[in-house]
T-cell receptor, first 114, second 111 residues
Framework: DTEVTQTPKHLVMGMTNKKSLKCEQH?????MYWYKQKAKKPPELMFV???????INESVPSRFSPECPNSSLLNLHLHALQPEDSALYLC?????????????FGPGTRLTVL | GQQVMQIPQYQHVQEGEDFTTYCNSS?????IQWYKQRPGGHPVFLIQ?????EVKKQKRLTFQFGEAKKNSSLHITATQTTDVGTYFC???????????FGPGTRLSVLP
């Protein structure tokens, strides 16, 4: 199985809601990532998990809270988001965090904050 | 932080024409990766270049890594409508883990 899955595909939430994005991979990868992608822009790294521990947080606001319950799962908890947080949220995984490792991306969750 | 730039930003070609996108860095890169993202899709890994002057081919796609390892190019011969999408190069981030994406070149192919 060489697939990264993400749920939900689409999410609309108000600024006071709490929601979670989910990501799963069964390739045995030990590095997992969250990216944010605005329209016509490249993916922008948010968080990196290595062996289920947070290794990189790219100065992301605390209204985004990542969680890695096990080596196959990655969550992104959302609370009190702003309309400018509307974007495509991509999860990716790789065998390790080295820049030499190919990243496998999921299909993304398209988030709209009202 | 580490940045890679890409030109052009957009390219419109007639089907059958060739296409080239260029990726440039102000610093030497240990390696470079290329990804393709179709409209409405997610980035998909195409290739990685590691050696100075390296050239790799995938059917109609030719990837090059510059001798100084500061630039790279992707050339598509005889474009097809299936080539439509945004092509990103990605170079290592300063802290050695992971990498940073270039801004991308968006290719549209007119049938």
């Amino acid at each position: 199985d060489t697939e990264v899955t993400q749920t939900p595909k689409h999410l609309v939430m108000g600024m006071t809601n709490k929601k979670s994005l989910k990501c799963e991979q069964h390739m045995g990868h030990r590095a997992m990532y969250w990216y944010k992608q605005k329209a016509k822009k490249p993916p922008e790294l948010m968080f990196v998990y290595s062996y289920e521990k947070l290794s990189i947080n790219e100065s992301v606001p605390s209204r985004f809270s990542p969680e890695c319950p096990n080596s196959s799962l990655l969550n992104l908890h959302l609370h009190a988001l702003q309309p400018e947080d509307s974007a495509l949220y991509l999860c990716a995984s790789s065998t390790g965090t080295s820049a030499y490792n190919e990243q496998f991306f999921g299909p993304g969750t398209r988030l709209t904050v009202l | 932080g580490q940045q890679v730039m890409q030109i052009p930003q957009y390219q419109h070609v007639q089907e059958g024409e060739d296409f080239t996108t260029y990726c440039n860095s102000s610093t030497t890169l240990s390696n470079i990766q290329w990804y393709k993202q179709r409209p409405g899709g997610h980035p998909v890994f195409l290739i990685q270049l590691v050696k100075s002057g390296e050239v790799k081919k995938q059917k109609r796609l030719t990837f090059q890594f510059g001798e100084a390892k500061k630039n790279s190019s992707l050339h598509i011969t005889a474009t097809q409508t299936t080539d439509v999408g945004t092509y990103f190069c990605a170079g290592p981030a300063n802290y050695g883990q992971n990498f940073v994406f270039g801004p991308g070149t968006r290719l549209s192919v007119l049938p």
